[in-house]
């Protein structure tokens, strides 16, 4: 099994452009979610989905856009990058088992934007 | 959801037990304690969990105190390769992972 797999890993964009991040994972589970961490901070909740067809605002929505395009993928679109997106973007997706949650994290990718 | 407090940083020397506190003070009784740990800019890692009774697995232990307001997450033996920043999540199922700014631990040769 792959896990979650993102792509690109790498990315500079100048401000104004725009570009799609891409999320799949392979382990059948419901629920998929977009982070951001800043450099020195936790990670902070974009957006998620709870299941295929449905997408949430999370804590920084702002900027951003979200399609869950089907149970495996799960994509980040950036309409007009801004220096402030500069950042590591981690995908994850969640398996919920007698109640129990976790998360399983993609390797991130790495945006600056000039 | 809970709120945490867990210290900015810690030090631990090799082959020592890490013992890294956790205050959630607002906790439900529905919520379960996550832990959660990133090491340098990789993805989070699961490492344990639990709702009220003490918990061990291959990578940790964790210890609630009886009034659920505080945890403690125990890595036995800990060694370089521990070096990483912890996250301690209190979570009720179906609701969302917010990750606070953790403790960052530095093991000491």
């Known amino acids: 099994n792959a896990g979650v797999t993102q792509t690109p890993k790498f990315q500079v964009l100048k401000t104004g452009q725009s570009m799609t991040l891409q999320c799949a994972q392979d382990m059948n589970h419901n629920s998929m979610y977009w982070y951001r961490q800043d450099p020195g901070m936790g990670l902070r909740l974009i957006y998620y989905s709870a299941s295929e067809g449905t997408t949430d605002k999370g804590e920084v929505p702002n900027g951003y856009n979200v399609s869950r395009l089907n149970k495996r993928e799960f994509s980040l679109r950036l309409e007009s990058a801004a220096p402030s997106q500069t950042s590591v973007y981690f995908c994850?997706?969640?398996?919920?088992?007698?109640?129990?949650?976790?998360?399983?994290f993609g390797s991130g990718t790495q945006l600056s934007v000039l | 959801d809970a709120k945490t407090t867990q210290p900015p940083s810690m030090d631990c020397a090799e082959g020592r037990a890490a013992n890294l506190p956790c205050n959630h003070s607002?906790?439900?009784?529905?919520?379960?304690v996550y832990w959660y740990r990133q090491i340098h800019s990789q993805g989070p890692q699961y490492i344990i969990h639990g709702l009220k009774n003490n918990e061990t697995n291959e990578m940790a232990s964790l210890i609630i105190t009886e009034d659920r307001k505080s945890s403690t997450l125990i890595l036995p033996h800990a060694t370089l390769r521990d070096t990483a920043v912890y996250y301690c999540?209190?979570?009720?199922?179906?609701?969302?992972?917010?990750f606070g700014t953790g403790t960052s631990l530095t093991v000491i040769p």
């Open positions: 607002t906790i439900s009784g529905n919520e379960y």
């Open positions: 994850a997706s969640s398996s919920r088992d007698l109640g129990v949650e976790k998360l399983f």
């Open positions: 999540i209190p979570l009720w199922t179906g609701n969302q992972f917010y």
